[in-house]
């Protein structure tokens, strides 16, 4: 069964500086790996998606999370924190080969940026 | 081109009372996912829909269920409504495995 899990509950930044949200996961197959944000009394918003192609992959807002199999990581950067991000992130994994299994989160990482 | 839309955005209802929540997916997307989300629990799948087959479900009570219609638009019912089904539900539509779009919700709030 996949898992997910956010290392940290809670992140904060300073505006400017880089941001770090940090994700391990657990899959039985070749996992397709995601990260959401929610912003406060929103739905959740597709950053960036990873599903067997480059393990290098850049999503919208200068966000991008590098897949790494060996250490079970999908962890989530941003070179320049922005006032505008902070929100909730959320990593998210689905089993790939199965095709009907459904999206499984992770608790969340409350990004704070500070001016 | 438009995205999930949820309806209503917002419902408060009592203890005991049921409730239908409604989910129109993007165009051209088969299949449809719903997730409740509370603070104490996060996100959890409810049951996902495709060709109006239920194809998954999660581990809630029976209490809640859904359907879809040839349209591809999603209802999920939740009957004796608990204090602790307070929640936002959010519904996500989608082509493939690749990539999930979410609606922006729906509060509910049981009193």
């Known amino acids: 069964a996949q898992s997910v899990t956010q290392l940290d509950s809670h992140v904060s930044v300073s505006e400017g500086t880089p941001v770090l949200l940090r994700c391990n996961y657990s899959s039985s197959y070749s996992p397709s790996l995601f990260w959401y944000v929610q912003h406060p009394n929103k739905g959740l918003q597709l950053l960036l998606k990873?599903?067997?192609?480059?393990?290098l992959v850049k999503g919208i807002n200068g966000f991008e999370a590098e897949f790494k199999k060996s250490e079970t990581s999908f962890h989530l950067t941003k070179p320049s924190a922005h006032m505008s991000d902070a929100a909730e992130y959320f990593c998210?994994?689905?089993?790939?080969?199965?095709?009907?299994?459904?999206?499984?989160f992770g608790k969340g990482t409350r990004l704070s940026v500070i001016a | 081109k438009a995205g999930v839309t949820q309806t209503p955005r917002y419902l408060i209802k009592t203890r005991g009372q049921q409730v239908t929540l409604s989910c129109s997916p993007i165009s051209g997307h088969r299949s449809v996912s719903w997730y409740q989300q509370t603070p104490g629990q996060g996100l959890q799948f409810l049951f996902e829909y495709f060709s109006e087959t239920q194809r998954n479900k999660g581990n809630f009570p029976g209490r809640f269920s859904g359907r879809q219609f040839s349209n591809s638009r999603s209802e999920m019912n939740v009957s004796t409504l608990e204090l602790g089904d307070s929640a936002l539900y959010l519904c996500a539509s989608s082509t493939d495995r690749y990539g999930y779009t979410f609606g922006s919700g729906t509060r509910l709030t049981v009193v």
């Open positions: 998210v994994v689905s089993d790939l080969p199965s095709g009907n299994t459904p999206l499984v």
């Open positions: 990873y599903t067997s192609a480059a393990t």
